[in-house]
């Protein structure tokens, strides 16, 4: 049963400290992605790759977030400082980018619930 | 810019059928997703359009149409469990998926 995982599940931090999110994609998938996810805005695209390149990171504050992938099993999301305006869920998503196929799904994982105090 | 309006919350009964609209403006446009969430939950795919027309899933289908920029859900034979938020998502062609606000929908028996 394949299927995205991330740890960790719940993060509390104090604010101005680091804090790291791990994703692992469903193995075969060349597109990963990172949301986060808030009552007041919805879900939000924070930055995507396709093949390990990053392809598109507008969504995220680039003083403070960065996101790599260092092979293809494993993405990482960093804020470092965190503020509390970042307590939110974050989502990875993994997904199978195929242009000679008219269908397109995104597999997302449980999410780390972040609360930065 | 790129927009995407659905309802804020429908409300039905048990095996009723409901339908939940969105209307677009993006740039890129490639197709339009269907995902389920339910409280505390992670977004699960539920269906997507790359082409005009309707898509069936059991109970669910996924209406398309690009010259309108408006698609739909329609959920067949409600059942409680159904009672989730529900987001349309325009695919770019960059593979981007940018999602809706989502509506809520609770099932009454």
Known sequence: ?117 | GQSLEQPSEVTAVEGAIVQINCTYQTSGFYGLSWYQQHDGGAPTFLSYNGLDGLEETGRFSSFLSRSDSYGYLLLQELQMKDSASYFCAVRTNTDKLIFGTGTRLQVFP
């Open chain 1, 1 to 117: 049963d394949a299927r995205v995982t991330q740890t960790p599940r719940h993060k509390v931090t104090e604010m101005g400290q680091e804090v790291t999110m791990r994703c692992q994609p469903i193995l075969g998938h060349n597109t990963v992605f990172w949301y986060r996810q808030t009552m007041m805005q919805g879900l939000e695209l924070l930055a995507y790759f396709r093949n390990r390149a990053p392809l598109d990171d507008s969504g995220m504050p680039k003083d403070r977030f960065s996101a790599e992938m260092p092979d293809a099993t494993l993405a990482t999301l960093k804020i470092q400082p965190s503020e509390p305006r970042d307590s939110a869920v974050y989502f990875c998503a993994s997904g199978l980018a195929d242009r000679f196929s008219m269908g397109y799904e995104q597999y997302f994982g449980p999410g780390t619930r972040l609360t930065v105090t």
